[in-house]
């Protein structure tokens, strides 16, 4: 099974943003961001995401990309 990458250095570059500018507009903490940028987030909500869409003026589909051939991690890795 593949896994979701988060593109919000991508995203964050385009706009010239600074990732503490983003924390503040989105209102999430710089851990969270980190955590989403790594890979490491199990979940997102739907709310975050539109947060995150219209903080760096794109679409989801920008943010978000599917790779099949990630290594699935299992809970503990």
Known sequence: ???????????????KMKVMELSDRVG???????ILKNGKAKAVKVSTLAKLCEA?????GDLLEYD??????????
């Open 1 to 15: 099974m593949g896994q979701i990458i988060f593109n919000i250095d991508v995203m964050l570059a385009k706009r």
């Open 28 to 34: 999430i903490t710089m851990a969270n961001i980190s």
């Open 56 to 60: 760096l003026d794109c679409q989801p």
């Open 68 to 77: 099949p051939d990630a290594p699935d991690e299992e809970p503990g890795e």
